[in-house]
């Protein structure tokens, strides 16, 4: 079996608002196989600028774009055809959007293998110590305590017992993000969980002050308080909170993992499948159980990312609940065939070959970016 073509496909809404919201746009990997498999990946990253990793021409050895490369390799060959793109790209990669495509390179190459073999994907990674997870909803704040204290109230009654509320505005004051908690906890009542991302806004002396103001609001994890380089910054967090501290969704590939992991010091470890891949996916979650953290996946895209977050937190040990973005645009729900949806607040592992889902080419021809304009199709 040959790789005979390859695909970047990027969508995006017609309007992409100013907020923190990873499902206005995507880019979708399509590799297609001489045997007519055809295996999906998706890219959390900037579409356009993923998109070129993937389409530029060669420069030299050490610098190449990685469409002309797959063409004619064994799809099969996963890891073979990770190291090629990785020394391919030496010069201009290593980190963040390389190995963000790397990474929807490699889901799609897995779902061709899972289709190939007629396994789900966790199958081929070694089996699932998980067929369901507990999912909370993950959305943003509200302007204030009571908009947020609303959209609580409105997941829990969906049947959701874990609400996470993220970003924008927190970090203003210290005023608003107290009400910002305190209204979370609210809406979320007292039998169910409350989580928060603060989107990286504090330094590390104000993180640990809000650590230990937070603590009252029985806050189930403390998410990204700090610059995602602050490494000895989260040291200091971790050390000194009593709240979980979770951090690593814009993490890319096994070395910058290593670096949070020994020096940040944190409690969890989220990892995102569409800046990662399955490949890697597996590497850091082993190195993150190995040091005693316990590992969740990030997720904030679309259906495709999904499934591959379904799979590869199956196959660890320490997951132990699930990210599930309560976003409502057509992206999100709608660019999959199957819905995966969380159902009383629980949403199940897919069972079929590969990822499990299936592409709505409508839903891609509506919202793929034109090359000659710029702009998707509505």
């Known amino acids: 079996m040959k790789i005979t073509k390859v695909e970047a496909i990027e969508l995006r809404l017609p309007k992409v608002e100013e907020i923190t ?3 206005q746009d995507t880019l979708i990997i399509k590799i297609h196989t001489d045997a007519g498999i055809v295996g999906i990946g998706e890219v959390d990253s900037s579409p356009r600028v993923a998109k070129a990793v993937l389409e530029a021409p060669f420069s030299h050895n050490v ?5 002309r490369l797959l063409i004619g390799m064994n799809p099969l060959d996963i890891e073979v055809i990770y190291e090629k793109l990785y020394q391919a790209s030496f010069y201009y990669g290593r980190r963040a959007v390389v190995i963000h495509t790397l990474g929807g ?6 779902d061709i293998a899972g289709k190939y073999y007629k396994q789900p994907i966790y199958q081929l990674l070694g089996g699932a110590f998980h067929r369901d997870f507990r999912a909370y909803a993950s959305t943003l704040f509200g302007a204030d305590g009571k908009t947020t204290r609303d959209i609580g109230k409105r997941w829990v009654d969906a049947g959701f017992t874990a609400v996470k509320f993220g970003w924008e505005p927190m970090g203003e004051s210290e005023k ?7 209204g979370g906890r609210r809406g979320v009542g007292d039998k169910n969980d409350l989580l928060i991302d603060a989107g ?10 809000r650590s230990r103001q937070f603590e009252e609001f029985n806050v189930f994890w403390l998410e990204e308080p700090l610059a995602q380089d602050n490494l000895e910054g989260y040291k200091h967090l971790s050390e000194a909170s009593n709240i979980p501290i979770a951090a690593g969704e814009g993490e890319a590939g096994r070395y910058a993992w290593r670096d949070l992991i020994e020096r940040g010091k944190i409690d969890i470890a989220q990892v995102d499948l569409a800046r990662n891949g399955f490949s890697e996916a597996r590497r850091i979650a082993n190195m993150a159980e190995d040091h005693g953290l316990r590992v969740v996946n990030h997720c904030y895209k679309t259906n495709i990312s999904v499934a591959a977050c379904l799979h590869w937190l199956a196959t660890c040990k320490t997951g132990f609940i699930f990210e599930y973005s309560v976003d409502e645009g057509p992206l999100r729900l709608y660019l999959t065939q199957q819905p995966l949806k969380a159902v009383d607040g629980v949403i199940r592992v897919p069972n079929e070959p590969g990822l499990g889902v299936d592409l709505n080419e409508e839903i891609v021809s509506r919202y793929c970016v034109s090359v000659s304009s710029g702009k998707p199709a509505v």
């Open 63 to 67: 610098a190449s774009g990685f469409s």
């Open 176 to 182: 608003l993000d107290l009400e910002l908690v305190a």
């Open 21 to 23: 919201a990873a499902s």
């Open 200 to 209: 990286c806004c504090w330094d590390t002396k104000t993180a640990i002050r």
């Open 105 to 110: 390179i490699d889901m799609a190459l897995w």
